[in-house]
């Protein structure tokens, strides 16, 4: 069982253009969650979606948009890339109906906008 | 979310118990403590979580006062590989229709030392 898997593991890329981090897990947890984390900062919360086919708004979703179309996938897309979107980018997912909805990471992508 | 105070780093000698400890002071009756840790350049790993029980798995312990007010994750013994940044949280598992994300404070540093 791989959990959760995100690609690619790292990448630059030139501001305006459009770019979509790949997630997915293998757990058939329902709840899925797109963080970023930077120095300082911890993490933060940027789209969620805590079951197939519906996405929510965490704390910073401005030049995000993300997609829930089955379980397992939850792509995140920047339409148009900024330098102040470069950072870390983790992945996550739970079963929200489990008792306690542990929530679980993937390995991250590190984006880097020039 | 209750807030935690954790020491920033702690060092551990190679095969020895690592005693990590938490202050949640302002824990609610319905609040989870969850462990994570993160490895440098990894994402954060669920390691534990209990509610007012003491728990046990396959990588650690989890120790909660009777009052709840602490808690204290044990490394039963402590690996190179274990040094990393680990994070204490409490939290409430969402169940309705809202989200619940994970906010990591600044953490302890083990160093395992050989």
């Known amino acids: 069982i791989a959990g959760i898997t995100q690609a690619p593991t790292s990448q630059i890329l030139a501001a305006g253009r459009r770019m979509t981090l790949r997630c997915t897990q293998d757990?058939?947890?329902?709840?899925m969650y797109w963080y970023r984390q930077d120095l300082g900062l911890g993490l933060r919360l940027i789209h969620y979606?805590?079951?197939?086919?519906?996405?929510g708004k965490g704390e910073v979703p401005d030049g995000y948009s993300v997609s829930r179309a089955n379980t397992d996938d939850f792509p995140l897309t920047l339409a148009s890339a900024v330098p102040s979107q470069t950072s870390v980018y983790f992945c996550?997912?739970?079963?929200?109906?489990?008792?306690?909805?542990?929530?679980?990471f993937g390995p991250g992508t590190r984006l880097t906008v020039l | 979310d209750a807030k935690t105070t954790q020491p920033p780093s702690m060092d551990c000698a190679e095969g020895r118990a690592a005693n990590l400890p938490c202050n949640h002071s302002?824990?609610?009756?319905?609040?989870?403590v969850y462990w994570y840790r993160q490895i440098h350049s990894q994402g954060p790993q669920y390691i534990i979580h209990?509610?007012?029980n003491n728990e046990t798995n396959e990588m650690a312990s989890l120790i909660i006062t009777e009052d709840r007010k602490s808690s204290t994750l044990i490394l039963p013994h402590a690996t190179l590989r274990d040094t990393a940044v680990y994070y204490c949280?409490?939290?409430?598992?969402?169940?309705?229709?809202?989200?619940?994300?994970?906010?990591f404070g600044i953490g302890t540093k083990l160093q395992v030392i050989p």
């Open positions: 209990g509610l007012k």
């Open positions: 996550a997912s739970s079963d929200r109906s489990s008792g306690t909805d542990t929530q679980y």
């Open positions: 979606s805590n079951t197939a086919g519906t996405t």
């Open positions: 949280i409490v939290r409430v598992p969402e169940h309705s229709g809202g989200y619940q994300k994970v906010t």
């Open positions: 757990m058939r947890h329902n709840a």
């Open positions: 302002t824990i609610s009756g319905n609040e989870y």
